[in-house]
């Protein structure tokens, strides 16, 4: 092999890299009835249908996913339940026969909340944190799902 190609080769091993570098994942954290610790990173994705237009915001949790709409032209900032009118969350541990929901959105009820703190948007940086309800599902054989005391659970992701 000559020089000229290993030189190529190496500085499309540094693009690799760095490429990888900012791929790391984010941690996401659940507390409440459950406790648990996942990673992934959130990704900025064209609407379709009632966003049609508008950049989403989504972020893939344990068992499920957030979308939060940021308009037509995201910006950094916060961005809350009370001031987004298209958000949801939602995510579902099998328990036993049974299951336990964890649902938020501007459609849900109850509605949840959730305060996105992007400081900013390329790349994404920025906090989330989020209350999910429980909501707990009967089994097959009528008998009530246990999801815990508590009927929240708390998400909190940084990325």
Same mark, same amino acid.
């Given at each position: 092999? *000559? ?12 693009? %690799?890299?760095? %490429?990888?570098?900012? &791929? @790391? ?9 459950? %406790?648990? !610790?996942?990673? =992934? ?5 064209? $609407?379709?249908?009632? *966003? ?11 068992? /499920? @996913? ?10 950094? =900032?916060?961005? !809350?339940? /009370? ?21 938020? =959105?501007? *459609? ?8 996105? @703190? ?7 940086? $920025? ?6 309800? %429980?909501?707990? &599902?009967?089994?097959?054989? /009528? ?6 005391? =508590? ?9």
């Amino acid at each position: 092999m *000559t020089e000229a190609p290993r030189k190529s080769l190496d500085g499309v091993r540094w693009l %690799v890299l760095i %490429v990888a570098c900012h &791929r @790391e994942p984010c941690p996401i954290d659940l507390a409440g009835n459950l %406790v648990e !610790r996942a990673s =992934g990173c959130p990704t900025l994705a064209a $609407g379709a249908g009632a *966003t049609a237009g508008h950049a989403m915001w989504k972020l893939h949790i344990p068992r /499920g @996913e957030v979308a939060i709409d940021l308009g037509p032209t995201p910006t950094p =900032g916060t961005y !809350r339940a /009370g001031t987004t009118a298209l958000w949801s969350a939602t995510s579902t541990r099998t328990v036993g026969a049974g299951a336990c929901i964890y649902r938020a =959105g501007n *459609t849900a009820t109850p509605t949840g909340d959730f305060a996105l @703190e992007l400081t900013s948007i390329d790349p994404l940086h $920025g906090a989330l944190t989020m209350t999910l309800p %429980v909501l707990p &599902r009967v089994s097959d054989d /009528g008998r009530a799902t246990d999801c815990g005391a =508590g009927t929240t659970e708390q998400l909190r992701a940084r990325f």
